[in-house]
Antibody
Framework: QIQLVQSGAEVRSPGASVKVACKAS????????ISWVRQAPGQGLELMGW????????NYAQKFQGRVTMTTDTSTSTAYMEVRSLRADDTAVYYC?????????????WGQGTLVTVSS | DVVVTQSPLSLPVTLGQPASISCRSS???????????LHWFQQRPGQSPRRLLY???NRDSGVPDRFSGSGSGTDFTLEISRVEAEDVAIYYC?????????FGQGTKLEI
């Protein structure tokens, strides 16, 4: 069936990096994009950025520019998001969501979320 | 960034009664192509978000017709005609026109 399955929970120390995976199945991966949205504990939703799986084009929210990198591996229909220089306030559930190939706001299919905990 | 404000933040309702959530954007989500990119999402307890409505009033597949959306300009509304127990969730609107796209704070609907 059509789904996005994310990698498991991660614990990192401040200053470290984390890479979250999002594997798509049931649809043509390269016909869409992937948006990444995070949710801090007890908080709302925050769009971090988007990548087109068709051409690798990316668009990041300025807040995350330079610290976040989104990539895709079309051979495995998997999207990745790496966050560097982690801080305690990066502790959140990170979601991938299917987007249009040219529009980040579609978000019509979501992964189950990946909890990233940043703690010393 | 565009600020999206929802009200109320908490909405106690009675089963079978209607419910209404307001969403106001600091900038109109009307895009130059004529579409208004204002979407609604539902997040049930312990679950991932799910899109309910896109471009103001278009229901996603499988969404009951008791959910409807309306509005224009900077003011939008999500309405539930008769609340059911499965509707307990946090509802978010999102403006998808001005980058970075931004969500409202969420409205917690509780019975």
């Amino acid at each position: 069936q059509i789904q996005l399955v994310q990698s498991g929970a991660e614990v990192r120390s401040p200053g470290a990096s984390v890479k979250v995976a999002c594997k798509a199945s049931g649809y043509i991966f390269t016909s869409y994009g992937i948006s990444w949205v995070r949710q801090a504990p007890g908080q709302g939703l925050e769009l971090m950025g988007w990548i087109s799986a068709s051409d690798g084009n990316t668009n990041y929210a300025q807040k995350f520019q330079g610290r976040v990198t989104m990539t895709t591996d079309t051979s495995t229909s998997t999207a990745y998001m790496e966050v560097r220089s982690l801080r305690a306030d990066d502790t959140a559930v990170y979601y991938c969501a299917r987007a249009a190939y040219n529009y980040a706001g579609t978000c019509d299919l979501w992964g189950q979320g990946t909890l990233v905990t940043v703690s010393s | 960034d565009v600020v999206v404000t929802q009200s109320p933040l908490s909405l106690p309702v009675t089963l079978g009664q209607p419910a209404s959530i307001s969403c106001r954007s600091s900038h109109s989500p009307l895009y130059s192509d004529g579409n208004t990119y204002l979407h609604w999402f539902q997040q049930r307890p312990g679950q991932s978000p799910r899109r309910l409505l896109y471009k103001v009033s278009n229901r996603d597949s499988g969404v009951p017709d008791r959910f409807s959306g309306s509005g224009s300009g900077t003011d939008f509304t999500l309405e539930i005609s008769r609340v059911e127990a499965e509707d307990v969730a946090i509802y978010y609107c999102m403006q998808g026109t001005h980058w970075p796209y931004t969500f409202g704070q969420g409205t917690k609907l509780e019975i």
